[in-house]
């Protein structure tokens, strides 16, 4: 489908269809994490590795799909989203079937650096079509919307992970996840170019810095950068540590983990249903800060259940209240640090969705360097909601504010006009 074409009026059950696909290929981080947590003591096991080596599998991913992203970003306003996606998708393949055939745990994180890397395009490059078709609040609904379709990942991966491991072992999971990866390469063919000729950008190394700059001094994309990031580096500390936690702490099994793993991402697709019917009558301001607030009660109720040593029928509860709250501020924050960067939609996604890998990267194995005890994975995770609610409230909507009084002040021009959040 050509560029015009695909800025044009689409059917009510194209534009479903398209969501579908975009929500499908922004994927590629849970199932890259979570089809093969249920398998990661036994991986350990079997590679000879310590906890935290193996855990590393998880971190090298991370950083992988946040470089790849600084790179498959700025790329993709300079040539167009279709084929960096494509090649991204490709290669992702392959590199899984290799992940198949490691022979150690370095070889492992090695090639798994190489498979976050080629990840990345999806993640960005959906962000980046999602800025380059929608405005203001029904980007964000939209983005919400994808956070549905995406979030059915986290949910079917981990119980579908659990039930390979009755036939199969951690080699057979990233088989499967070439498998689907194949059929992602097959939908992006479905996919318009949603990037019009006249708006990619032309020039070297200067042109990618000055969109890097251009966006780094928004204070509204810093402070909604900084909150998304901190607050997504919360939910990869429950992803890295809870296996270790409730297998090992608890005892629970590996089919029983990864469907406590799965209904828990239910609460994250629910989360992201409500902020979507929310939408239709606030705006993503104040559901921002509002959110991000809830998900910092409900990491402190998880909290006090772990210090106080809570049976598992009280932990869960508070475990699912936990990781349920933590998507309802990410789609606003995303719609609100893209709203401004319409010509750098690609460089701005990278730079949003990168942060957020590379701190979760970070953070996750930290949180487990005393051990993988529930208290340490809920002080980590009530450290960052803290810390994002900070980010929203004293930075970002000072920032917005501020934004919006220059928007009513302020001249537009034409190029100024593409750049107005609504």
Known sequence: ???????????????????????????????????????????????????????????????????????????????????????????????SLLCAAAPSIAALNALRLVQGLAGAAGMVIVAAMVRDMYEGQRMARILSLLMLVSGVAPIVAPVLGGQLLYVTDWRGIFVTLGAISVLLLVAVTALPETLRPELRHVGGLRRVRVGFASVARDRVFVGCTLGSSVGGAALFIYISVSAFVLEGGYGVSAQAFSLIFGVNSVGLVLSGYVNAVLLRRLKPEPLLVGGALVAVGASLFCLAAAVLHAPLS??????????????????????????????????????LGSSGFLLGALLAPAASIGGASALAMTCGISAARVAAWAAYRFVALPGRRQALADDVTEPQGPAAQRERPE
Not at 55 to 84: E, M, N, V, Y
């Open 314 to 351: 009280v932990f869960l509860p508070a475990l699912f209240l936990t990781v349920a709250t933590g998507g309802l501020a990410s789609p606003n924050a995303t719609a609100l640090a893209l709203a401004r960067h319409s010509a750098n939609a690609g460089t701005a996604a990278a730079l």
């Open 1 to 95: 489908m050509s560029d015009h074409q695909s800025t044009g009026p689409v059917p009510a059950r194209h534009r479903r269809r398209r969501l579908l696909v975009m929500g499908a290929l922004s994927t590629f981080g849970p199932l890259s994490i979570d089809l093969y947590l249920p398998a990661l003591p036994e991986l350990a096991r079997q590679l000879d590795a310590s906890d935290s080596a193996a855990q590393w599998s998880i971190s090298t991913c991370l950083i992988g799909l946040a470089a790849g992203q600084l790179f498959i970003g700025p790329l993709s306003d300079r040539i167009g989203r279709k084929r960096p996606l494509f090649v991204g998708v490709a290669t992702y393949a392959i590199v």
